[in-house]
T-cell receptor, first 112, second 114 residues
């Protein structure tokens, strides 16, 4: 049972445009949401997070939006740069738990 | 800090052989996680430890898989006997709950069982 789903395996965006990556979850007990970025042959690295008490968190070019009623979150990257090409994973944590539940990942390719 | 250290980086073994993956978490972190990356399920949690004690091993696929954390600075994931379907990238991650929610990942071990 996949509690965190990323329905788009891949996404291709032109350099300078906006990249939007989406994630859906099913567990209403999730209270924290994170995005990780992964380059080939490396481990995932933390990018940005958001608490369930917020609906938006911004860090430079990266903004995460949370829609609790729809159980949906998205990551916006503006403007997209070639170095953003990577696999992006969303992850969620249930209240009081320590473990992170990850989605399947979305491969983002930024075209020059 | 050197980050989470995993060894080996690559492992090729024959079906039926025992495989041991190793992990050294970040010093001071009290939680350790073993994940497996597959195309179908993404990053799948196998087991995690809190203060060296296994808390949740519901993700361990079969009895062929076992994990130990004898002390705060070392953990192993063992597969015995290994099968071709175990081929994947295995990640170890650690975190320190009180300060940061995110987990820090090692570079992974790419396991190939032939």
């Amino acid at each position: 049972d996949q509690q965190v789903k990323q329905n788009s395996p891949s996404l291709s965006v032109q350099e300078g445009r906006i990249s939007i990556l989406n994630c859906d979850y099913t567990n209403s007990m999730f209270d924290y949401f994170l995005w990780y970025k992964k380059y080939p042959a490396e481990g995932p690295t933390f990018l940005i997070s958001i608490s369930s008490i917020k609906d938006k968190n911004e860090d430079g070019r990266f903004t995460v939006f949370l829609n609790k009623s729809a159980k949906h979150l998205s990551l916006h990257i503006v403007p997209s740069q070639p170095g953003d090409s990577a696999v992006y994973f969303c992850a969620s944590r249930a209240q009081g738990a320590q473990k992170l539940v990850f989605g399947q990942g979305t491969r983002l390719t930024i075209n020059p | 800090d050197a980050g989470v250290i995993q060894s080996p980086r690559h492992e090729v073994t024959e079906m039926g052989q025992e495989v041991t993956l190793r992990c050294k978490p970040i010093s001071g972190h009290n939680s350790l996680f073993w994940y497996r990356q597959t195309m179908m399920r993404g990053l799948e949690l196998l087991i995690y430890f809190n203060n060296n004690v296994p808390i949740d091993d519901s993700g361990m696929p079969e009895d062929r898989f076992s994990a130990k954390m004898p002390n705060a600075s070392f953990s192993t994931l063992k597969i015995q006997p290994s099968e071709p379907r175990d081929s994947a990238v295995y990640f170890c991650a650690s975190s320190y709950r009180r300060h940061r929610i995110e987990a820090f990942f090692g570079q992974g071990t790419r396991l190939t069982v032939v």
